[in-house]
């Protein structure tokens, strides 16, 4: 069982929609929840942390965390072409972090 | 302030020779890792390190080598190219591992084995 899945994609979707990215874990004992971007051929790039129940808004991006359910999502709201990346679900157990391989969104002008 | 700095940005090697690809930090972050990113594959940790002197495998260590002599270096060596090895790498650094702090990456190295 991988540590950290997430649905490969590719999601399109329309400008100015909601982008809904999904992540679930295996390691209950995981506190830190992260969310990365990453452009083709860039590095991964920090967006959102979380670690407590319920949501954490921080302008157009919204992460849910449901630790009972061992699930993390991202909300992208008025979803724009420049949000069109690959993004990365990471759980922090101990240690070192685990990846997930990633979802790719497209955003459709 | 700089970040996480990875030299070389590419590199070709040829089977069988040897590399050392260089990681330094300027954030005084205790915690360093080591990536591989394989397309479609996701990041997998080939080395990390808790602090200068201290180091451990991760999920793909076999075929590379890791010292922390100082808080601010992390190289990780390649003995023995092999075709597998190509990929690209990315070097990492945190405070600390359950902070609530992510990493933050270096810009990678593209390394092809021929």
């Known amino acids: 069982q991988k540590e950290v899945e997430q649905n490969s994609g590719p999601l399109s979707v329309p400008e100015g929609a909601i982008a809904s990215l999904n992540c679930t874990y295996s390691?209950?004992?995981?506190?830190?929840f992260f969310w990365y971007r990453q452009y083709s051929g860039k590095s991964p790039e920090l967006i959102m942390s979380?670690?407590?129940?319920g949501d954490k808004e921080d302008g157009r991006f919204t992460a849910q965390l449901n630790k009972a359910s061992q699930y993390v999502s991202l909300l992208i709201r008025d979803s724009q072409p420049s949000d069109s990346a690959t993004y990365l679900c990471a759980v922090n157990p101990g240690n070192q972090f685990y990846f997930g391989t990633g979802t790719s969104l497209t955003v459709i002008p | 302030n700089a970040g996480v700095t990875q030299t070389p940005k590419f590199r070709i090697l040829k089977i069988g020779q040897s590399m050392t690809l260089q990681c330094a930090q300027d954030?005084?972050?205790?915690?360093m890792y080591w990536y591989r990113q394989d397309p479609g594959m996701g990041l997998k940790l080939i080395y990390y390190s808790v602090g200068a002197g201290i180091t451990d495998k991760g999920e793909v260590p076999n075929g590379y080598n890791v010292s922390r002599s100082t808080t601010e270096d992390f190289p990780l060596r390649l003995e023995l190219a092999a075709p597998s090895q190509t990929s690209v790498y990315f070097c990492?650094?945190?405070?600390?591992?359950?902070?609530?702090?992510?990493?933050?990456f270096g810009s990678g190295t593209r390394l092809t084995v021929v």
């Open positions: 390691d209950r004992g995981s506190q830190s």
């Open positions: 979380i670690y407590s129940n």
């Open positions: 954030m005084n972050h205790n915690y």
């Open positions: 990492a650094s945190s405070y600390g591992s359950g902070s609530g702090v992510g990493y933050t």
